[in-house]
């Protein structure tokens, strides 16, 4: 299938790949594109920009978590005619020890995605020239094809922008693949996109966000070549999509249905996941432990994602109907998984960055509480190690990134870390829970969704016959 695609790709982190894909986006919506995005890697927060603010559906392209054909096919399967791919760190950053597997030089690799790169010339002058032709000399697959000088003055443009555009003109003739300047994006103090922990501040945090990321928008259409951009995103080759396109969702099926955790405290959830579950004929009803009382009456399982439940400690503790609601559901068996914040909810007590304890759900017993640093962050492959539950004897690949630890993170697992041969134990499993910090990927691992779909329908059933 035909699909028009870029990568925005960076040096390193911090190059403004957010900001100038968050323009792009909006001014591909504005001229009527029907546009997807995607985020290469685990990172939640960016995908909530696209979606939240943007309107602009998307997900995760990550080569440590899914193989090449996945790759294909969920670019396949996207339903809009263009994409745009932001990439993450710096364009040839991988897990360490494999050989550059997850950067986002390797998706675009694995689906022949043209890429643009981003230059941050602040503070920089002709070395930017050199930071190029060493970018361009590892591109293998000769899928660089534009670069974008980011904060960079007019005037300096107009000086350099030449020297620039003599070198790619030498480089392209040399690699018989064209490698053009597409133009710079002037600095600007009116856009301000935060951090927070590892990514963005998350999207309601940011006062006037629609308004900074229609600023983007224009700066983007004023400094751009966007006719040109168009051509190198047109020149993506056709997705082979015979015999890669996934299962269509079964919509409002009569399947079990999942409460899924969804508002200000529990927010991250991988849509491949979802889209999963939803495929195996799972209902998802969403749901707020912050705002409503109780668990929704209809649930036969129970999802509580990851997010940030420190800075709604309070209001969570204080929602006394909703955490006996949890407790109640999650005793009587109703099959429930829970990843980093929402394991975080179900222990007896969180502590806050400022030593402030609060009550949690207490199923499990223990505390977590702000460590400082990043406890175990990185890629892990979870294999199950207890019997009888819903990981024993599988291996699914997973994420973490937390500033929290707990006082009670499982035993029924243990975690490797790739490319070190690191490994600890985790995660509290059962034949109906999984509970943990890690945020697992179900497509790695099928069978794990299997059990849980079964352990659900079992629910059901029992709760049926009364």
């Known amino acids: 299938m035909k699909l028009s695609r870029v990568m925005i790709a960076a040096p390193k982190s911090?190059?403004?790949?957010?900001?100038?894909?968050?323009?792009?986006?909006?001014?591909?919506?504005?001229?009527?594109?029907d546009v997807r995005a995607y985020k290469c890697g685990p990172d939640y927060i960016d995908p909530m920009f696209h979606r939240s603010v943007l309107g602009i559906p998307g997900g995760n392209l990550d080569t440590y978590f899914s193989g090449d054909e996945e790759i294909r096919k969920t670019l396949a399967d996207c339903g809009s005619e263009a994409a745009v791919i932001e990439g993450v760190m710096g364009i040839y950053d991988g897990v360490t020890g494999m050989r550059g597997k997850g950067s986002c030089y390797d998706v675009a690799s694995a689906s022949s995605t043209p890429v643009i790169l981003v230059i941050d010339v602040k503070g920089m002058g002709?070395?930017?020239?050199?930071?190029?032709?060493?970018?361009?000399?590892?591109?293998?697959?000769?899928?660089?094809?534009?670069?974008?000088?980011?904060?960079?003055?007019?005037?300096?443009?107009?000086?350099?922008?030449?020297?620039?555009?003599?070198?790619?003109?030498?480089?392209?003739?040399?690699?018989?693949?064209?490698?053009?300047?597409?133009?710079g994006i002037p600095a600007c103090k009116d856009i301000n996109l935060e951090s927070r922990h590892l990514g963005l501040l998350m999207p309601g945090d940011i006062d006037g966000l629609k308004d900074q990321l229609s600023h983007a928008a224009d700066l983007i259409e004023e400094n751009i070549d966007m006719e040109a951009l168009a051509e190198v995103m047109r020149s993506a080759p056709d997705l082979?999509?015979?015999d890669i396109r996934g299962k269509a969702g079964h919509g409002e099926c009569a399947g079990p249905c999942l409460a899924v955790a969804r508002d200000e405290a529990f927010c991250f959830y991988y849509e491949e996941n979802i889209r999963m579950l939803r495929n195996a004929g799972i209902r998802i009803k969403e749901f707020s432990p912050l705002h409503d009382s109780r668990v929704p009456e209809e649930a036969d399982g129970l999802l509580l994602g990851g997010g940030y439940?420190?800075?709604h400690a309070a209001?969570?503790?204080?929602?006394?109907?909703?955490?006996?609601?949890?407790?109640d559901a999650i005793r009587s068996g109703k099959p429930s998984l829970a990843e980093c914040g929402g394991f975080m909810y179900l222990l007896d007590e969180l502590e806050d960055k400022?030593?402030?304890?609060?009550?949690?759900?207490g199923v499990i017993h223990g505390r977590s509480a702000w460590t400082g640093k990043l406890s175990r962050f990185g890629y892990a492959e979870i294999r199950g190690t207890a019997d009888g539950t819903l990981l024993s004897?599988?291996?699914?690949?997973?994420?973490?990134?937390?500033?929290?630890?707990?006082?009670?993170?499982?035993t029924d697992a243990m975690a490797e870390k790739p490319g070190s041969g690191r490994s600890w134990e985790c995660m509290h499993a059962g034949s109906d829970h999984i509970?943990?910090?890690?945020?697992?990927?179900?497509?790695?691992?099928?069978?794990?969704?299997?059990?849980?779909?079964s352990a659900m329908v079992d629910y059901r059933k029992k709760r049926q016959d009364g």
């Open 309 to 311: 439940p420190e800075l």
């Open 315 to 327: 209001e969570l503790s204080a929602n006394t109907g909703m955490i006996e609601s949890i407790r």
């Open 354 to 361: 400022d030593g402030n304890v609060y009550s949690m759900a």
């Open 14 to 33: 911090g190059s403004g790949k957010t900001l100038i894909t968050c323009g792009l986006l909006e001014a591909l919506k504005r001229g009527g594109t």
């Open 240 to 242: 082979d999509d015979r």
């Open 435 to 453: 509970w943990g910090y890690p945020h697992l990927w179900y497509p790695s691992c099928p069978q794990l969704t299997e059990r849980f779909v």
């Open 126 to 183: 002709q070395t930017m020239l050199s930071v190029i032709k060493g970018i361009l000399r590892d591109d293998r697959h000769f899928l660089i094809k534009g670069i974008v000088l980011n904060r960079i003055s007019k005037g300096y443009y107009s000086q350099i922008g030449p020297l620039v555009s003599s070198m790619l003109s030498g480089i392209s003739a040399e690699r018989g693949s064209a490698v053009k300047l597409l133009g």
């Open 393 to 410: 004897g599988l291996s699914v690949k997973a994420h973490e990134f937390h500033y929290f630890d707990s006082s009670s993170n499982g």
